[in-house]
């Protein structure tokens, strides 16, 4: 490496999710000295930390695992269509131990800061501890969705009796036995948790700010002829995956919403809505996302599905969404969510009617009433995209603050890197692919994974984007933004969150093309030798 000092590790990469474990395999490969620092006590990311009641992924299992072993293909069997988080949670605890990745991650490890020292051209991580770690690259695995935000009321603190965040849930089980249980929040974790513990609660209290519009999930178990099937035919289903839009199995119907008959379209809509998965939202119609009157025929659909499945009318127009249309925000899929409303023991509350003014020592006082709880759930989601950024203080070159630059949005190359920022490269970072997250996570690992194998071979010590490529991906990413119904709509997609200050504007904080594009462009620059970043 030349006169530049040997930093002790050659890559530090923070997080064990899916991202960092997948990562620490490939940098293994290469005989690199690597170490994964790791704030919980296990591997998982996502799926250790969200233990909440009802959680699942809504990618098809067989198209969410890892394809890059064709030994754990065939060795693990998905249970169900769409595992919940503990079959989740045992499938990373089962790839960990196969490829023995526990070795080199150092779990109870909050990263506090990490710096770049232009000296030794390596980056100094300090965990909360005040412990230090050094090494020439830095890799950052910490999700788009891992930063959980509590909502802005008053008296939080008050509350006797037993509180969680759906994303901070205990490991030890909840006892909802008989007990008043409030829900604040109607996204898709709250979705999930709702539908899981109504059957349990004494009475069940659902806070609701924005209604959602959420469409069936059709789980089922696995049984051994359709496992046969499927592991025989995961050749087949990657490379759907790698062709579609988004990275899962639906693939857009190449139509437009008006191009058949009022017939053809509702029953094409019957179809989708009885079909597993994402097919209604990522395999309809090709301009429902981008053309209002489309999108008005499918959301007037899903609304009739919802007046039909909920015996209340007044009950039901709560729950259909007004100011946004179908698929505009990120969808939630459901099994029985809005039958949850039909029973005598739970309440919907609509909180833009009657707002929450505080939580008190019994539970939360709206302007209308005050309830009593036995456990309040916060089901209010994450400050996406960049939160995980915000809550390590990065610094790049003269000092730069990666919070400071990033404070009207996100600005990128390729998603990956930053200008002023060497030699540190982002997972699932704003501005990169995301979709079915598994897929995009071993496209970008790979990159990355050939971006330092680059750097090695050549005895590279430093490696930036520069302006120019920031300037020019970013502008892309607006570019691609241009025409979604969905960046005209308040949500995490758009950077929005009521909870976190500075948060209220509409920015586009990821990218909206095509999976296949976005491999196509970043294919291009390392076939090019990277010459679009500063090499030294």
């Known amino acids: 490496m030349g006169a530049t000092p040997i930093p002790d590790l050659d890559v530090i990469i923070i997080g064990a999710g899916l991202s960092g474990m997948y990562q620490l395999y490939r940098l293994r490969e290469l005989g690199l000295r690597v170490r994964v620092l790791e704030a919980g006590t ?61 070795r080199d991650i150092q779990f109870e490890s909050r990263v506090k800061a990490a710096h770049y020292e232009e000296e030794s051209r390596s980056w100094t991580i300090t965990l909360e501890d005040g412990s230090r770690f050094n090494s020439r690259f830095l890799i950052t695995a910490i999700g788009p969705l891992s930063t959980p935000t509590l909502p802005r009321i008053e008296g939080l603190g008050d509350f006797k009796g037993a509180s969680f965040h759906t994303a901070r849930w205990p490991k030890e089980p909840v006892d909802f036995t008989g007990k008043r249980v409030a829900v604040i929040g109607t996204g898709a974790t709250g979705i999930q948790t709702i539908q899981t513990i109504a059957g349990q609660v004494g009475h069940l209290t659902v806070f609701q700010r924005t209604a959602n519009w959420a469409a069936p999930l059709h789980n089922g178990k696995i049984d051994a002829e359709t496992q046969k099937k499927i592991k025989a035919g995961y050749p087949e289903i990657f490379a759907r995956c790698q062709e579609t839009f988004a990275c899962f199995v639906h693939t857009p119907d190449t139509r437009g919403a008006f191009e058949v008959s009022d017939e053809e379209r509702e029953a094409n809509y019957e179809r989708l809505y009885g079909e597993r998965g994402f097919g209604i939202w990522q395999g309809n119609f090709k301009d429902i996302l981008i053309d209002r009157k489309a999108n008005a025929t499918i959301s007037d659909f899903v609304a009739r599905k919802i007046r039909q499945r909920v015996k209340n009318p007044e009950v039901a127009e709560k729950l259909i969404p007004k100011n946004h249309g179908f698929g505009t925000r990120r969808l939630p899929l459901e099994t029985f969510y809005f039958e949850v409303y039909n029973q005598g023991n739970v309440e919907l509350v609509d909180i833009k009617e009657t707002p929450i003014e505080r939580i008190t020592q019994a539970g939360i006082k709206t302007s209308a009433k005050e309830f009593e709880f036995d456990i309040i759930i916060y089901a209010t989601g994450f400050d996406a995209l960049t939160g995980s950024f915000d809550k390590i203080d990065f610094r790049g070159v003269n000092d730069a603050r990666l919070k400071e630059k990033w404070k009207h949005g996100p600005q990128t190359y390729l998603g990956i890197m930053v200008h002023e920022f060497p030699n540190m490269m982002m997972l699932m970072g704003p501005h990169t692919a995301l979709g079915n997250i598994p897929r995009s996570i071993e496209y970008s690992v790979d990159w990355v ?32 933004g241009v025409g979604l119904l ?6 995490w997609m758009t950077g929005i969150n009521s909870n976190v200050e500075g948060k209220q504007t509409r920015i586009i904080a990821r990218y909206s093309g095509s999976a ?4 196509a462009r970043c294919d291009e620059v390392a076939a090019k030798g990277y010459d679009e970043l500063r090499l030294g």
């Open 42 to 102: 296990n591997v998982g990311g996502t799926w250790y930390w969200n233990r909440y009641p009802g959680a699942r992924f809504d990618s098809e299992s067989y198209s969410y695992g890892y394809s890059f072993s064709k030994e754990l293909l065939q060795e693990w069997d998905w249970s169900e269509h769409f595992a919940g988080q503990p079959e989740t949670l045992r499938y990373c605890n089962y790839v960990a131990d196969k490829f023995d990745l526990r």
């Open 516 to 519: 296949p594009a976005y491999r």
């Open 449 to 480: 994974t050939g971006l330092v194998r680059f750097a090695y071979d050549n005895k590279l010590t430093r490696l930036e984007a520069t302006t120019a490529g920031v300037d020019s991906w970013t502008d892309h990413v607006k570019t691609l």
């Open 486 to 491: 969905s960046n005209e709509i308040d949500s």
